[in-house]
């Protein structure tokens, strides 16, 4: 029988690739009602846009709560 930690992983692999899966439909209808329909390149800087602030917030966020309270 495999630990939970290998289920969990493997939920969350998953669960993230539909998630991502998700998104790039989402850029790609973005990209359809804001006219820019021709543009290679729409979908893929609309994600990394995306990603960069959500994450890179976070990340900082992250680390400044951990140095706050001491529990990581």
């Known amino acids: 029988m495999p630990e939970p930690g290998t289920i969990i992983n493997t ?23 804001a006219g820019n329909a021709k543009d290679k390149c729409f979908v893929n800087g609309f994600v990394t846009a ?9 990340a900082i966020l992250g680390a400044i709560r951990d ?3 001491g529990d990581c």
């Open 11 to 33: 939920a969350a692999i998953i669960i993230g690739g539909l998630r991502g899966l998700l998104f790039g439909r989402f850029g790609e209808w973005l990209k359809i009602k």
């Open 50 to 58: 995306s990603l960069t602030v959500c994450i890179g917030a976070m």
């Open 67 to 69: 140095g706050i309270l």
